[in-house]
């Protein structure tokens, strides 16, 4: 794979600086079951890369010391494949958090986490889904054959579980990401074409829809060098910011944890190994971090700013 670092400097990307630590996102590891074309972590079965209980436990530690941290937000690889991702949301749930699980939808389907569904309902955590499509050719092309149909059969399992119904608290949202190198539709009007489709195709119903931007980083990156396609897509990004988005960028309010503990200003620039503020700072040492700060940024800081924005919560501007 190709390191896409040398090609996103310099950067001429506008300064900005931390706020509070509202949002503590925490990378389990690369370990995936999937090896998807879009993925900015370049995860996949074969990583060996895992959080250890000793992490797990001071991920704890900070947020019982931390109580203006409102959410815990999961993600990997695939978080759930983490042997400790049960005793984690546990130990969490104990806490006044919101615990958001990002999910691949294919893994509930895989015979050893036959009761992951369950589990999640049972602990009220929050399901943000990868399904890049409603269309079943253009999900398989980008996360591997067979994969729509097994996240249908998941999102059905979830919905009678009481996920992403009106009246009820357990929310279950999508994330669209591009199959190549271009902006995401406006959500709104996505969502509602997602809705659409799958309600009537095959009873599905959701909360959400989240349009994120594809960055320039790690497999997907590495394929835009590959074809040639890395400086124009680059510079569609560059072309399409939005200085307002840079309000509601979510490294202002998040901080984000590698599977080892050390400190990121989000999970892109963790992928980068741009650690918070420029030197390896791990969680036990986050209390000698200012809540203000300047935010390390290259050129991929592009994709959240460009068209609507794009943020682990979708896009930041609706037409």
């Known amino acids: 794979m190709i390191d896409c670092l040398p090609y996103l400097q310099p950067s001429d990307f506008p300064t900005i600086e931390r706020g509070s630590t509202e949002i503590l996102q925490v990378n389990l590891g690369y370990l995936c079951n999937l090896s998807c074309t879009h993925c900015h972590v370049n995860a996949g079965p074969k990583r060996s890369e895992l959080m250890e209980r000793s992490n797990i436990d001071q991920v704890l530690n900070f947020l019982n010391q931390n109580s203006q941290i409102h959410t815990l937000d999961l993600t990997g690889g695939a978080p759930e494949m983490n042997p400790n991702f049960r005793y984690l949301i546990k130990q969490a749930s104990q806490l006044p958090l919101k615990i958001i699980d990002r999910c691949n939808l294919v893994i509930l389907q895989e015979p050893e986490y036959h009761d992951l569904g369950e589990f999640l309902a049972a602990q009220q955590v929050e399901i943000v889904a990868s399904l890049p499509c409603y269309l079943e050719d253009n999900v398989d092309k980008q996360r591997g054959k067979g994969v729509f149909e097994a996240s249908i059969k998941a999102l059905q399992q979830l919905n009678a579980l009481g996920y992403g119904h009106t009246d009820s608290p357990l929310m279950l949202h999508l994330v669209f990401n591009p199959q190549g190198p271009s902006l995401p539709p406006e959500q709104s009007e996505l969502e509602k074409s997602y809705k659409a489709y799958l309600y009537d195709h095959y009873g599905i119903v959701f909360n959400q829809l989240l349009a994120l931007t594809n960055l320039p980083i790690k497999r997907f990156g590495s394929q835009l060098i590959s074809r040639g396609e890395f400086d124009d897509y680059l510079q569609l990004l560059k072309t399409n910011h939005q200085t307002a988005n840079l309000e509601s960028v979510m490294c202002k309010n998040t901080l984000s944890v590698d599977w080892q503990g050390y400190l990121y200003d989000c999970d892109f620039n963790q992928m980068l190994d741009l650690p918070l503020s420029g030197r ?40």
């Open 280 to 319: 390896k700072t791990h969680i036990t040492q986050a209390d000698d971090i200012a809540n203000h700060q300047s935010i390390k940024t290259l050129q991929h800081c592009y994709g959240c700013t460009a068209g609507q924005g794009s943020s682990c919560g979708g896009a930041m501007t609706e037409k």
